[in-house]
């Protein structure tokens, strides 16, 4: 996964653990596609300030993953639903018990949802 994705990612997971100015610093930067220099204007901090931050934001937020897993664990429950509703799709178009069509119907339409909330 590109950096810059995986760091976007790891803030909607584990930004709020983050000092405010690093916080704020950090989704300028990755989420708003800011420079260091548009940062320390729009944040009153220096542009080495504002570099600081983010690279000590970084840091946090990947020490954050490496000890909780959040994102990985997000990672592999999105994958399993996937292949469950792949599983779900295949059952529906070979049976022809229609209490099973319909069960795996519902288990198709449960994993929708749960994918649309991510």
Excluded at 5 to 34: C, H, M, T, W
Excluded at 52 to 69: S, T, V
């Amino acid at each position: 996964m590109e950096k810059n994705i995986e760091v976007s990612l790891l803030l909607d997971f584990y930004g709020e653990l983050l000092k405010p100015a690093g916080r704020q610093a950090a989704k300028l930067y990755y989420n708003d596609d800011l420079s260091l220099a548009e940062i320390a204007a729009e944040t009153g901090m220096t542009r080495q300030g504002a570099r600081d931050h983010i690279k000590r934001a970084e840091q946090q937020l990947f020490a954050f993953e490496n000890k909780l897993g959040l994102l990985r664990r997000f990672g592999e429950l999105e994958q399993g639903l996937a292949a469950v509703a792949k599983l779900a799709e295949g059952i529906v178009e070979k049976t022809d018990n229609n209490d099973i069509r319909a069960s795996a119907r519902e288990i198709l339409r449960m994993t929708g949802e749960l994918m649309e909330k991510e």
